[in-house]
């Protein structure tokens, strides 16, 4: 996608220019899902923070933007979004699109990455998965709030049994005593949280993914910061930094030294 094409779309998911100016801000208040790793978790070294691949990219964008970035833990992936929702920060770092954010959050454009979801089961508990509808009846677990993408999330809860609980690692471990047949994670998060914990012997992930979809930053539309030419700066770096392969390097980065950590 050319650039030109680039920010036609992204004006797409951005309020009118004609907006009213709001005044510059210096430091951007951010958080995220701190059960994300190695995009997002808790810094042990700094409590009260967020590290990972994600808030490292951030931090390149804005810098030689001359705005400085906190990226806070501020609790579960559910009150970050109520947070966002209530413009008590400015941004979020890594949230997929749902037409319920898009109604509080405005989408930066490119995608940060795209991220499958697969349905992770107990070994020797294997079932058969081709699409949705070979969950129906089997009881799932995930975090609270977690979507993945807009048409799993409808399909989800009209049709399947899945329970939302505010750490992954409890999800793991209700599945371990069979309280629940399948987790549902993200496939890179879910291989570095298992290796982490200690069990990524006990666990694998079913073939086929749930979704596949794209992670953005997003601005809380309540935010005082989330003004357009601010926006379109940050888009233009994160446009680069995407298609420079950056992303890729943070990843791997920040994968080896979350295993090292555990």
């Given at each position: 996608m050319g650039k030109s094409l680039f920010f036609v779309v992204a004006a797409f998911f951005q309020t009118p220019a004609n907006a009213l100016p709001e005044p510059?801000?210096?430091?951007?208040?951010?958080?995220?899902?701190?059960?994300?790793?190695?995009?997002?978790?808790?810094?042990?070294?700094?409590?009260?923070?967020?590290?990972?691949?994600?808030?490292?990219?951030?931090?390149?964008?804005?810098?030689p933007l001359g705005v400085n970035v906190e990226v806070r833990d501020i609790g579960s992936w559910a009150r970050v979004q109520r947070m966002a929702r209530q413009g008590q920060i400015d941004m979020v770092a890594g949230a997929f699109i749902t037409s319920e954010r898009i109604g509080y959050m405005d989408y930066l454009l490119p995608p940060i990455t795209h991220l499958p979801t697969a349905v992770w089961v107990p070994k020797g508990r294997e079932f058969v998965y081709r699409h949705w509808p070979d969950l129906s009846g089997k009881r799932g677990s995930t975090l609270i709030n977690n979507s993945f993408g807009q048409n799993f999330d409808r399909y989800a809860e009209q049709n399947l049994r899945i329970e939302g609980v505010r750490s992954i690692e409890q999800s793991f471990q209700m599945a371990l005593v069979d309280r629940v047949d399948y987790v549902l994670y993200e496939v890179l998060q879910g291989e570095v949280k298992l290796e982490y914990l200690g069990i990524a012997d006990q666990f694998v992930p079913l073939p086929t993914p749930v979704s596949r979809e794209g992670l953005f930053f997003t601005f809380s539309k309540a935010s005082p910061c989330n003004a357009f030419s601010l926006r379109e700066q940050i888009a233009e770096r994160l446009y680069d930094l995407v298609n420079s392969g950056r992303v890729d390097e943070l990843i791997r980065r920040y994968k080896a030294r979350y295993s090292a950590s555990s």
């Open positions: 510059p801000c210096n430091t951007l208040t951010v958080s995220g899902n701190p059960e994300y790793p190695p995009l997002l978790w808790r810094d042990d070294q700094h409590p009260g923070f967020l590290i990972g691949a994600v808030p490292a990219l951030l931090k390149e964008i804005t810098e």
